[in-house]
């Protein structure tokens, strides 16, 4: 019960995460490969903040929030300059830089050895220790994050974000600010990708750099890719099958150091087969 | 004065990794981060085949340089082409990259392990100049190697017909179809020879450096780097870019640290996109289009 109870939990903090990562990638065809900076952003803050502060767990939330947003506002109006291709190099730059200085800025984050010793996550002075609480946090949190993003999808906002993804420059001459467009929606992605990060901080314990390394990010690229960009419904579902995909890996019987390799490997795999077919990719670069 | 030795090592790595990512950037125009793979698996034949199977250390170089680049051809023949043929847009492009060098990292490191492996070399020792300055061999073979290659990439490209035709591909595609270039294959041999030159100078940082299945994005993202502040154009935008990449990095880890070099690379990269975003040479790449 315990195991499936942590499945179910991971899989909330994915949720977010590829959800999150959707409506920039999907709807509004930026494909961003610095997600997993902005959860690992998050998860440090809230790391930092409840280690050496002791601060509420809400307070910390917010605080992630601020941060990851401060971040993401910075680095979207530099990658609002570039297209296509350039863009994904940018935000790829981005992620190598955020895991450099949480892996290199000794002083703050220890560098590699990480952040140990994270409270557990508590709510008005009520810690919250047993399994079935957090789930039912990370629960609230994700269809916290659910709605935002159904909602903005249904917005005349969120039209303007398929409808630049579809054509750029026909949506600016119909007095859409296209740029601005962007940047809003990289900034809400980031916010809401570090709340996977602060749950997940919580839940583990412990965080150390390797968990928000390029790998990550193109870990949660590939969920959104195989849900198929623009449905949230689909994004949750690919998140599910891409979880305990690895766990049947481990029920068969694999060693967990090849594991780990072929569980990349068929991602990577899934990836190219995904790209190469027709049906599901819905926007085509110009 | 050593930063002077080590400023120079780098700009020239940077240079023929940048020079043979362009090769195929342009004539297939996106961004393939399998290149990556190729750098490190050149080392990794090498080491295979020299020590694991004890073979010559030359003649094994040379195995592993074929090997290398028969692997970027073929994964331009198995994963790009098709697509290409399927006119998809160049970022769906990028992302099979990022599929294959997901894949092919992983291989690498199922079969040889994450740790580090030490490449014996054939060249040892290092000479003094000037009682300070410490050269080792390898980096003088380096330095002059790539040197040699960049000079046998720029004869190739001008005066061979095959390097002719894969520059025609690259200015132009459409009018290179109508008169009659096959461009699919013109593409094929600019992998190939992109991959040689990648695995090439994989195989001199491994001598240098050790080998990891990570060292192949570690060096091409300076060298994706410099492609991009140089712009599109002559070579010696490409150096002018890498000189100014290296001098920097070098600094950077002089004052503050090494691990930081990455950083600085990029940052150097945001600051280019910002104010200059075609590069030193100011052209625009010109996307396909009639």
Redesign the interface.
């Given at each position: 019960m315990e195991y499936i109870l942590h499945l179910l939990i991971i899989i909330c903090i994915y949720t977010i995460l590829s959800q999150s990562l959707s409506l920039v990638a999907g709807y509004s065809g930026q494909i961003s490969l610095a997600h997993a900076g902005f959860y690992g952003i998050g998860a440090y803050t809230a790391a930092l903040m409840a280690v050496n502060f002791g601060t509420p767990a809400i307070l910390n939330m917010l605080i992630a929030l601020l941060i990851s947003g401060i971040v993401a506002y910075i680095v979207a109006k530099v990658a609002v300059k570039t297209v296509d291709d350039y863009y994904v190099v940018i935000t790829l730059g981005i992620q190598v830089v955020i895991y450099s200085i949480m892996n290199n800025w000794q002083d703050v984050t220890n560098g590699p050895l990480g952040i140990s010793g994270i409270p557990t996550i508590s709510f008005w002075g009520v810690p919250l220790e047993s399994k079935w609480a957090f789930l039912s946090v990370s629960v609230i949190i994700s269809g916290f994050v659910w709605f935002i993003l159904n909602n903005i999808t249904k917005s005349p906002f969120g039209r303007v974000l398929r409808a630049l993804s579809e054509d750029e420059i026909y949506t600016d001459s119909l007095g859409k600010n296209v740029g601005n467009a962007k940047v809003v929606s990289f900034v809400i992605s980031g916010m809401l990708a570090s709340l996977g990060g602060v749950l997940y901080a919580y839940y583990i314990s412990y965080i150390d750099p390797t968990s928000f390394t390029l790998d990550e990010s193109i870990f949660i690229l590939s969920i959104v890719i195989i849900g198929g960009m623009r449905n949230l419904w689909c994004v949750c579902f690919a998140t599910v099958f891409l979880v305990l995909l690895p766990e049947i890996l481990r029920f068969v019987g694999m060693p967990s150091s090849i594991a780990a390799n072929l569980r990349q490997i068929i991602y990577g795999i899934a990836l190219i087969i995904v790209v190469s077919r027709k049906k599901t990719v819905h926007i085509e670069a110009k | 004065m050593q930063l002077v030795v080590s400023i120079a090592y780098f700009t020239l790595v940077y240079v023929v990794i940048a020079k043979s990512y362009q090769l195929t950037y342009m004539s297939s125009r996106?961004?393939q981060l399998s290149h990556a793979i190729v750098i490190a698996i050149g080392a990794y034949f090498v080491y295979w085949l020299s020590i694991q199977m004890s073979l010559n250390y030359y003649l094994s170089f040379v195995f592993s340089l074929f090997l290398s680049s028969i692997i970027g051809w073929s994964i331009d023949l198995l994963?790009y082409h098709?697509?290409r043929k399927?006119k998809?847009?160049?970022?769906?492009?990028?992302?099979?990259s990022?599929?294959?060098?997901?894949?092919l990292?992983?291989?690498i490191?199922?079969l040889w392990g994450d740790r580090l492996l030490p490449l014996q070399s054939q060249l040892k020792g290092y000479i003094i100049i000037l009682d300070s300055i410490y050269i080792s061999y390898v980096q003088i073979t380096t330095i002059v190697l790539c040197f040699l290659l960049l000079l046998i990439l720029h004869w190739f490209s001008e005066n061979t017909s095959m390097g002719k035709t894969i520059k025609m591909v690259s200015i132009n595609p459409v009018t290179s179809e109508i008169v009659g270039i096959n461009t699919e294959n013109a593409i094929g041999w600019s992998y190939f020879l992109g991959s040689l030159f990648a695995a090439f100078t994989g195989i001199l940082i491994a001598s240098n450096y050790n080998i990891i299945p990570k060292m192949g994005?570690n060096w091409l993202?300076p060298a994706?780097?410099t492609m991009?502040i140089a712009g599109i154009g002559r070579i010696r935008y490409l150096v002018f870019g890498a000189l100014l990449l290296a001098i920097v990095q070098q600094l950077s880890a002089y004052f503050l640290?090494s691990?930081?070099m990455?950083?600085t690379a990029?940052?150097i990269?945001?600051i280019f996109?910002?104010f200059r975003?075609f590069g030193f040479s100011g052209k625009k790449p010109k996307k396909t289009e009639v």
């Open positions: - | 996106f961004f994963v098709p697509l399927n998809r847009g160049s970022v769906y492009i990028m992302i099979a990022l599929g294959v060098f997901v894949i990292q992983n291989v490191s199922l994005f993202f994706v780097v991009i640290d691990m930081w990455n950083a990029y940052i990269l945001i996109l910002y975003p």
